[in-house]
């Protein structure tokens, strides 16, 4: 197992080294890489599983969800709870961004008001999400509600809410991702987004599965394999903080 903290270079380095031990199969999450690494584990000819993402041109296989519909959903489904001003609190997570573009984008197709964007380094902790919020107060109107890209930064945005004496969700409501354990038990509750982790690793080692137990003839074939695509979908969450 490797971590590339979102670093093309690094993930290119991991998947060599991982490569040199001669594996059965890879998974890699996202689906993001280089032109180098895209053409390494072609000609590995290995089974490949790009994961906690969509594409119509995977590697191999591709099993997740798409974060551009994350985005448009929450943008739509928060327009009509009756939101008007938008905050949007990230970290420079390739993925995390996408949602957050998705929603700008489609918040400006219903014609609401910009957003104010407060983009924080990576990794996502508590910290930054309060370091979040006070950024997005100081830069102008105070929005209506805080639409974080992951839970942690949300429970952030939470902490500085109560530290400021705001009342959530009356004076400030938040939206969150991932639906972490913690996001049904901080108060007040968070509203998120849920995806089924769980899901995507099975379905992965499903995958790699049936390509393991393929005949030998199958295995050996140079003719190009079906590219599997799966969608695993989101659901969207509402608690206490909306």
């Known amino acids: ?20 031990r001669r594996p ?38 591709v099993i997740g969800f798409s974060h551009e519909e994350v985005g448009q959903h929450v943008a739509r489904h928060l327009l009509d709870k009756g939101y008007k001003r938008f905050g949007i609190v990230s970290v420079d997570d390739p993925r995390g ?11 400006a197709r219903h014609h609401a008001v910009k957003p104010v964007f407060e983009v924080r380094p990576a990794p996502a902790t508590l910290q930054a999400g309060r370091e979040g919020l006070n950024h997005l107060l100081a830069n102008g109107e105070a929005p209506e509600i805080v639409v974080c890209s992951s839970d942690t930064l949300a429970q952030g945005v939470l902490a500085e809410a109560a530290n400021r004496r705001i009342d959530v969700p009356r004076n400030l409501a938040v939206m969150g991702f991932g639906d972490l354990s913690t996001a049904a038990h901080v108060y007040p509750s968070l509203s998120t987004v849920r995806v089924d982790g769980a899901r995507i690793g099975m379905e992965a080692a499903r995958a790699l599965l049936v390509r393991f137990n393929a005949p030998a003839s199958d295995s050996d074939s140079d003719e190009p394999k079906p590219r599997m695509r799966i969608d695993t979908g989101f659901s969207i969450i509402d608690r206490e903080s909306t």
């Open 97 to 107: 961004l996408r949602r957050c573009e998705s929603l700008k984008r489609e918040l």
């Open 24 to 61: 059965d199969g890879i998974v890699l999450a996202g689906i993001s890489h280089s032109d180098a690494t895209i053409e390494r584990l072609t000609k590995a000819r290995i089974p490949v599983v790009e994961i906690w993402d969509l594409t119509d041109k995977p590697i191999d296989m």
């Open 1 to 20: 197992m490797g971590l590339t903290g979102y670093q093309s270079e690094k993930e290119e380095a991991l998947v060599e080294a991982i490569l040199g």
